[in-house]
């Protein structure tokens, strides 16, 4: 079968005409061939002259808006949504306007901060901004009002659904913020050396220390942040670890507790991003093309995984193709002891670097069931399971 044709089906729910269809399933096969989002890598991948292919990856990503088709993976019925920011380097690109330096001072790059939604230990990402110590100070901003920009573009859609953020965001500005927006949130409080623990007093103004025996939780209700926002604590100790995890929220602290657990096991997607796909590898000039070309590589992330999840279901846990609309969506009707293979690795993994094969009959199979489970990715009701 044409190759290209493996994600037709899928971006159909992306895109909305059939040129468009095509060229962004040949694309997206390119790119994963590819390894890499750089576009000659990827037009030395597709039929025809590199070349004309090239031209055609130029106007694909003038014509359409990547972005807005990244937004179209939103999962309204998730649990949460996660944000996670990472650092890009840039290296040897002082003149291009959105390089800056990085946390170091340093080294030349940008920040990614990516919002997604959890699935099956991984993640579907759906939006992101970036910016970078040179365009905040162009557009005479900051680095938590890039943050919010953010989250406030995509406001309407979290409704009750928290907020998961790392310790970078734990910061009085942005959880006031949050706060007077109406936005659940679930930080990983940065308590830093032990002075800084006093930022957290009790109704009378006294200091809290916060305090967890190694395999236990503590919980803080009602103490104020800063002396203004009142909020919840919980701490866990899990043993093997040097120090414990505190979590900061202003609804159940139990339930925020589980819910930033699960974040944790999320992280292996910006790794997928880097290592699989080389994300951090994208050298372009201008700013709206670079986050055009993040988007395409966020969209083949998505359709890569989704490709190889029901691929590792077929051939390490032996599901059916009537099951996988249902499997894709649910791990409980695995065990996974009796398939240790399924557990190591992820599905972008599988497709990319163990590269299995079906027979061609079962391939077409399998393939017409994963676009229709992309279908209800894309517009159905979808659990965050993790």
């Known amino acids: 079968m044409d190759k290209c044709n493996r994600f037709k089906g899928m971006l159909s729910y992306l895109l909305d005409d059939e040129k468009s269809v095509g060229q ?20 030395e991948k597709m039929a025809g002259s590199q070349a004309r292919s ?23 019925e998730a649990e949460f949504v996660i944000g996670d920011p990472t650092e890009m380097e840039r290296c040897h690109a002082p003149k291009t306007s959105y390089v ?27 939006w992101f901004v970036t910016y970078s110590s040179r365009t905040i100070a162009a557009e005479v901003t900051s680095r938590n009002q890039e943050h919010f920009r953010c989250f406030e573009e995509v406001k309407r859609l979290l409704g009750d659904r928290p907020l998961v953020l790392d310790r970078e965001f734990s910061y009085h500005d942005l959880m006031d913020r949050l706060e007077l927006e109406h936005i659940h949130y679930v930080i990983h409080l940065n308590t830093g050396d032990l002075h800084k623990q006093t930022r957290l007093t009790n109704r009378e103004g006294k200091p809290i220390s916060l305090v967890v025996g190694h395999g236990e939780v503590a919980i803080y209700h009602n ?4 002396g203004r926002l009142k909020v919840n604590v919980i701490g866990f100790w899990r043993k093997g ?18 819910i930033y657990m699960q974040r944790m096991k999320i992280e292996q997607t910006f790794r997928d991003c880097k290592s699989l796909l080389h994300l951090s590898k994208l ?3 201008q700013r709206h093309l670079l986050e055009q070309m993040i988007a395409l590589t966020l969209i083949t ?4 995984l989704w490709l190889g999840e029901a691929m590792r279901d077929v051939i390490y846990a032996q599901v059916t193709i009537t099951q996988l609309p249902d499997g894709l969506f649910s791990s409980s009707t695995l065990i996974p002891k009796n398939h240790p293979k399924w557990l190591l690795y992820s599905g972008l993994f599988v497709l990319l670097k163990q590269k299995l094969r079906l027979p061609d009959q079962r391939m077409i199979e ?14 159905g009701i979808v659990p965050s399971l993790v």
Do not use: C
């Open 24 to 43: 962004g399933a040949e694309i997206v096969e390119a790119m994963l061939a590819a390894q890499s989002p750089r576009l000659s890598a990827i037009s």
């Open 54 to 76: 090239y031209k055609t990856i130029q106007r694909f990503i003038h014509q359409q808006d990547l972005k807005s088709a990244l937004l179209r993976l939103y999962q309204e």
């Open 100 to 126: 800056g330096t990085l946390s170091d001072g340093k080294t030349e790059g940008y920040w990614l901060m990516v919002l997604s939604t959890p699935f099956r230990g991984r993640a579907i990402p759906f």
């Open 223 to 226: 103490v104020y942040y800063l």
């Open 241 to 258: 670890f040097a120090k414990p995890l505190w979590v900061i929220t202003r609804f159940d602290p139990q339930r925020a507790l589980e």
């Open 283 to 285: 050298m372009n000039k």
């Open 301 to 304: 992330y998505v359709v890569g």
């Open 366 to 379: 399998l393939i017409l069931a994963v676009s229709q489970t992309f279908a209800r990715l894309v517009h």
